[in-house]
């Protein structure tokens, strides 16, 4: 994939931006809001949890997880949401020695929403950066069907803090469209860590098809003031329950792609077993790019397949394995894990919607 001159990158943005906001105000002259005044708002407390051994290249690492969700809903049209994240990577002490390491902890977003309209969301703080779909929609552990994270994840670039337009609107009987666009700032800092940069998402969601295709570009105003690219896809057929998800990345450190389909054999019986049975795979490969830094994606060209089984014993407590093999020229490794999730909420008050 070629990248555009740096200079013009900033301009086509602001231009797509510009765009993008003008006709959020312009579209609900067309459209009626839904009438939500008869809607009791009340905070809620969500999150996970997740306890899931890790096998890499004979390695074990005992992965547990707390996930906190904070929503703080302010009248109709204001939003406070927060998540953060206490993992502990838990490993044999000299080799042999008994499990322990440090709890890592993290704020991934804490950021204020206000809605202007159906068509549009205002936000600023740190949120979630807006590029491809796994950070933003999979990968809490109660949602992502395999843990083992997509090895292009750290191009996506977890957290930004700035400020954020988003939002949706139907075009057509079949097609919608959403977007996201973005400024971030600069912070050092060990919590709050972003680099100053923009960018933004934009997708096409066809119902009846249950498909979604979209893209993504990122652009940094700093250091090498590299250009990223990104594709997504998504699909969910109506006939059976199939998710086939898929990403595409092209940064400064190297280009990959993963396609993920995970299917429920509740398609096939609904005796009980079979019912919460869901089966997942997972094949990856990362081109990496000689001479370019690399931060925690692999430095040589790598491929990956993975296969797994989940069983949900309720909608928010499952049961998760899976197996893995990593090729690569610095050699190759089997990746294991099993474990537990699950998923809480519970509204912080009474006769909320």
């Known amino acids: 994939m070629s990248f555009r001159p740096k200079s013009v990158f900033p301009l086509i943005f602001a231009h797509f931006c510009g765009w993008l906001a003008a006709l959020c105000f312009v579209i609900p002259a067309f459209g009626q809001a839904p009438d939500v005044s008869d809607l009791q708002t009340v905070p809620v407390i969500s999150g996970g949890v997740a306890f899931v051994p890790l096998v890499q290249g004979g390695q074990t690492t005992l992965v547990s997880i707390f996930s906190p969700v904070v929503l703080l809903p302010l009248g109709d049209k204001w939003l406070i949401e927060s998540r953060g994240a206490f993992e502990g990577d838990f490993v044999r002490r000299d080799g042999t020695g008994p499990f322990g390491g440090p709890?890592?902890?993290?704020?991934?977003y804490l950021q204020?929403?206000?809605?202007?309209n159906p068509y549009l969301t205002v936000t600023v703080g740190r949120f979630l950066t807006p590029f491809g779909i796994y950070n933003e929609r999979l990968y809490p552990v109660w949602i992502r069907d395999l843990q083992a994270d997509p090895i292009t994840l750290p191009l996506e670039q977890g957290s930004s803090d700035g400020a954020m337009l988003r939002g949706g609107f139907s075009v057509a009987h079949n097609l919608n469209l959403n977007y996201a666009g973005y400024f971030s700032t600069l912070s050092t800092n060990n919590t709050l860590a972003s680099d100053r940069e923009i960018g933004g998402r934009f997708g096409a969601f066809f119902p009846?098809?249950?498909v979604e295709i979209?893209?993504?570009?990122q652009h940094l105003l700093q250091e090498n003031r590299?250009?990223?690219?990104?594709?997504?896809?998504?699909?969910?057929?109506?006939?059976?329950?199939?998710?086939?998800?898929?990403e595409f990345a092209d940064a400064e450190s190297g280009r990959g792609y993963w396609i993920e389909p995970a299917l429920r054999l509740n398609a096939f019986s609904h005796t009980q077993v079979l019912a919460r049975t869901q089966l997942v795979a997972r094949f990856q490969q990362f081109f990496a790019k000689p001479g370019t830094p690399n931060g925690d994606v692999p430095d040589v060209n790598t491929k990956e397949s993975?296969?797994?089984i989940n069983y949900y014993f309720m909608d928010g407590l499952r049961a998760v394995s899976s197996?893995?093999?990593?090729?690569?020229?610095?050699?190759?490794?089997?990746?294991?894990?099993?474990?537990?999730?699950?998923r809480f909420a519970f509204p912080l008050g009474s006769g909320g919607q």
């Open 103 to 108: 709890v890592q902890k993290s704020l991934e």
């Open 112 to 116: 204020v929403d206000y809605i202007a």
């Open 208 to 210: 009846n098809q249950r």
């Open 214 to 217: 979209g893209f993504s570009l």
């Open 226 to 246: 590299a250009n990223r690219f990104g594709t997504h896809f998504e699909w969910q057929p109506r006939a059976i329950p199939l998710d086939v998800r898929s």
């Open 306 to 308: 993975e296969v797994g």
């Open 323 to 342: 197996y893995g093999r990593q090729f690569s020229s610095e050699g190759n490794a089997n990746i294991w894990t099993v474990g537990i999730t699950y």
